[in-house]
């Protein structure tokens, strides 16, 4: 466990109260909705079987009773619908804000319009089926809907496009954030629009099937109704009826929904009201149990919410800057999604906290975040101080040898080491993190700890010192001298983060340590050697007994003398195996 995971999880353990719920209603959503999408995908399908035929479409539609209208299939299915209705309503109920992003509207809007464009429709056949055994095959329902009843069939298909539209989004909210959406839109764009297509293309075939089968026999209709138990009108006045209560059921259910949240907010704002403070003097009063992120948009503070609040894209993460014990305990899916950008123990996720107090917090991405950002790497990218290794390098006496040169020369030569050095740096695990001139600098444990980074950086300047031998074999014949190297390494801590402006911005590293290795490798001068590493270098990098001769060194900027090892060469120090290991 990093030590980032151990600190949220030590978070986790001393901040209290329960907020599970959340977890399993998202579990459930999404689970109930892919029941639903691949039920549809099915049915679709069976419907593009009628761009064969007629019987093709009914020979399928064997094989899709057999998989929906078994009991585990009917109890999957009718269960998802349900669950997946209540908790669109129990979303309303939760909401503090109706106002939405576009996708979020659509979604909504077509979500609560698929059950009353489908009522008519499940009643005439599912209902059918289980109150007058009515077989409802698909000359049955092609009869009523594109023979008999053509407004009804194209509410029938508007409600087919609606539910679909209504899933994509839902889909694509879901797998936006997968690193490899991107690459597989062009497929997932294809599919999502073969499928409708397909289907309402068989639609239309098969209805034209039927109708024909009207008009050349017309015995046809009688005999379908009686092969079916097609409900007498009777009956079919009391589904009727029965559309109506449904209609009004849903009516009932979608006002008290808002009733139930009206009454909610109300005694919520009765219960007192909690500050919540920005950055820029900004404050915000909310309601006890609102998100953080609500409070943010319903006081028109910009703030990022790639994935709608839904604590999945991480972008709207915030650092908590006061009492991180007086806060509710992260769920289970918010500890995910922050160990997946290995967040920092105080930073929470703003749609997921719901403070019970004052609190003090600042956005970490900017308003405009992308959902790539969801995926930001380590915590070191958001600035924090953390104990590295520093590596500096320098090329001796370069500046006479670029006069001697020309510029192309210059360049070809520089190129070269850059690329023999960047290699060796890579190799043992380093990060370069500039050029300067003709001199490197490199990170080294920025994603491990300092007892790796001072490890892997002295196998840097190991195998940096091979490079430069092969380099120099390779150049002689341009060289008038070999290349030289000063190399140095010191550890400690520095404030690493990423920095800079525009394209010009990398991880990077500041403070004394970084000053500090700089001025061990210009001490390579003064002795005259390969290598100057500090005492901790060694230390932590595992070498036992050096060899090397010390002193206590005074390095500009530092108030105490250095204890520093001075090395010849720096193939002298041990060879190391598997130091990328974590
Ligand atoms: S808005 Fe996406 S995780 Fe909070």
């Given at each position: 466990m990093s030590a980032t995971t151990e600190n949220i999880s030590s978070a986790r353990a001393v901040t209290s109260g329960k907020r599970r719920i959340p977890v399993t209603i998202r579990g459930l959503r999404l689970g109930t909705g892919l029941v639903l999408f691949v039920y549809v995908i099915t049915h679709l399908s069976n419907h593009a079987l009628g761009l064969i035929s007629l019987e093709a479409m009914e020979a399928g539609r064997e094989y899709f009773l057999l998989a929906w209208r078994n009991p585990v299939g009917s109890v999957l299915l009718i269960g998802s619908l349900l669950v997946h209705m209540m908790l669109a309503l129990y979303a309303v109920y939760r909401r503090r804000r109706l106002?939405?992003?576009?996708?979020?509207?659509?979604?909504?809007?077509?979500?609560?319009?698929?059950?009353?464009?489908?009522?008519?429709?499940?009643?005439?056949?599912?209902?059918?089926?289980?109150?007058?055994?009515?077989?409802?095959?698909?000359?049955?329902?092609?009869?009523?809907?594109?023979?008999?009843?053509?407004?009804?069939?194209?509410?029938?298909?508007?409600?087919?496009?609606?539910?679909?539209?209504?899933?994509?989004?839902?889909?694509?909210?879901?797998?936006?954030?997968?690193?490899?959406?991107?690459?597989?839109?062009?497929?997932?764009?294809?599919?999502?629009?073969l499928i409708p297509v397909l289907g309402l293309l068989g639609f239309v075939n098969g209805g034209r099937a039927v109708g024909q089968l009207v008009a050349n026999d017309p015995g046809f209709r009688l005999d379908l109704a009686l092969d079916t138990n097609a409900p007498t009108p009777d009956q079919a006045a009391q589904l009727g009826v029965l559309e109506d209560r449904i209609f009004i059921f849903l009516g009932a259910l979608l006002v008290g929904t808002l009733l139930a949240r009206a009454i909610r907010l109300y005694a919520e704002r009765r219960r007192g009201v909690l500050r919540i403070s920005y950055p820029a003097g900004r404050?915000?009063?909310?309601?006890?149990?609102?998100?953080?992120?609500?409070?943010?948009?319903?006081?028109?503070?910009?703030?990022?919410?790639?994935?709608?609040?839904?604590?999945?894209?991480?972008?709207?993460?915030?650092?908590?800057?006061?009492?991180?014990?007086?806060?509710?305990?992260?769920?289970?899916?918010?500890?995910?999604?922050?160990?997946?950008?290995?967040?920092?123990?105080?930073v929470r996720l703003a749609c997921q906290l719901r403070p019970t107090d004052d609190i003090s917090v600042t956005p970490l991405l900017p308003p405009n975040a992308s959902p790539r950002d969801g995926f930001a790497k380590a915590a070191s990218t958001q600035g924090q101080e953390q104990e590295i290794a520093v590596l500096f390098a320098d090329i001796r006496g370069f500046t006479s040898l670029s006069e001697q040169k020309l510029p192309y020369d210059v360049v070809f030569i520089l190129n070269r080491y850059f690329r023999s050095m960047g290699e060796a740096i890579e190799g043992a695990g380093g990060r370069v993190d500039k050029f300067i001139g003709d001199g490197i600098m490199a990170l080294f444990g920025v994603d491990q700890n300092a007892k790796q980074g001072c490890a892997t950086a002295l196998q840097a300047a190991r195998a940096m010192a091979y490079r430069l031998d092969e380099l120099n074999d390779l150049l002689k014949a341009d060289l008038p001298t070999p290349l030289r190297i000063g190399i140095g390494i010191h550890v400690g801590p520095a404030i690493v983060?990423?920095?800079?402006?525009?394209?010009?911005?990398?991880?990077?590293?500041?403070?004394?340590?970084?000053?500090?290795?700089?001025?061990?490798?210009?001490?390579?001068?003064?002795?005259?050697?390969?290598?100057?590493?500090?005492?901790?270098?060694?230390?932590?990098?595992?070498?036992?007994?050096?060899?090397?001769?010390?002193?206590?060194?005074?390095?500009?900027?530092?108030?105490?003398?250095l204890r520093v090892y001075i090395i010849d060469d720096a193939r002298e120090l041990p060879e190391r195996k598997n130091t990328q290991s974590r």
């Open positions: 106002k939405m992003s576009v996708g979020e509207a659509v979604q909504f809007i077509l979500g609560f319009a698929a059950p009353i464009l489908l009522v008519g429709h499940i009643l005439g056949t599912r209902a059918a089926l289980q109150l007058y055994d009515t077989d409802d095959t698909y000359a049955y329902v092609l009869l009523a809907l594109w023979v008999d009843d053509p407004t009804h069939g194209i509410r029938q298909s508007s409600a087919t496009v609606i539910i679909w539209i209504h899933a994509c989004i839902g889909i694509y909210y879901w797998l936006r954030l997968r690193p490899w959406f991107a690459r597989a839109l062009a497929w997932l764009y294809g599919f999502a629009l404050v915000a009063e909310a309601a006890p149990g609102s998100s953080v992120l609500e409070v943010s948009l319903l006081n028109d503070i910009p703030h990022a919410s790639v994935c709608g609040g839904r604590g999945r894209c991480s972008t709207c993460r915030v650092r908590v800057n006061s009492d991180l014990a007086a806060l509710p305990e992260p769920s289970d899916a918010e500890l995910k999604v922050l160990r997946r950008v290995k967040a920092a123990p105080d983060g990423e920095m800079g402006y525009a394209s010009a911005t990398s991880i990077t590293a500041i403070g004394d340590t970084v000053n500090t290795a700089s001025r061990l490798e210009s001490k390579t001068k003064e002795y005259g050697v390969q290598l100057v590493i500090s005492q901790q270098v060694a230390e932590l990098g595992g070498i036992e007994n050096p060899v090397w001769p010390s002193e206590d060194t005074e390095v500009r900027g530092r108030k105490e003398p």
